[in-house]
């Protein structure tokens, strides 16, 4: 056992550039050991998902996009918003409604916008359309709505 997963190992560091990422993946899920180990056994699996979660690849593709691990039609700047949405949606809903804070700037800064203030201004206006329905992916659709379509929005935002 130790054996193979040395191999595979040796293989993933090797020959990884080699091989295409295909969207199909067993139950160790993407990450670079499903993409040199591509047999569905379970054994095979349970060594994907170790070389997976060793390396700490699996998380890497996620975050990126590669590696086998697709963001669902997603662009990565959209995915990126969209991870940051949910890990701090509650501290983005104090930050809008004071129209200030360190993370709605990081989130103004996803969205691709310069004008701090403008993007602030905006959110603390729009505030209870924004977070009407409390959830994050609600409140990311509705931001992604006002940096397109908000004049004071459109020339500080690049999304």
């Known amino acids: 056992m130790k054996r193979i997963l040395a191999v595979s190992l040796f293989l993933a560091l090797v020959a990884s550039p ?3 990422a295909s969207a199909k993946h067993g139950a160790a899920g993407c990450g670079l050991g499903s993409i040199v180990i591509t047999e569905n056994k379970k054994v095979h699996q349970v060594i994907a998902a170790t070389v997976n979660g060793t390396l700490g690849n699996q ?3 996620i975050s990126t996009g590669t ?3 697709e963001t669902s039609g997603f ?3 959209q995915a ?3 991870i940051f949405v949910h890990m701090n949606f509650q501290s983005l809903e104090q930050e809008f409604a004071k129209g200030s804070g360190e993370k709605m700037e990081a989130f103004a800064s996803l969205m691709g916008c310069s004008d701090m203030g403008t993007f602030g201004k905006v959110g603390k206006e729009k505030f209870s359309a924004l977070f009407d329905q ?3 992916d609600s409140f990311l659709e509705k931001m992604r709505f ?3 379509n908000n004049s004071a929005l459109v020339g500080s935002c690049k999304i």
């Open 18 to 20: 080699l091989y295409v």
């Open 59 to 61: 998380t890497f593709g």
């Open 67 to 69: 590696l086998g691990c």
């Open 75 to 77: 662009t990565q700047k």
């Open 80 to 82: 990126e918003q969209q």
């Open 134 to 136: 409390n959830t994050p």
């Open 146 to 148: 006002e940096v397109t």
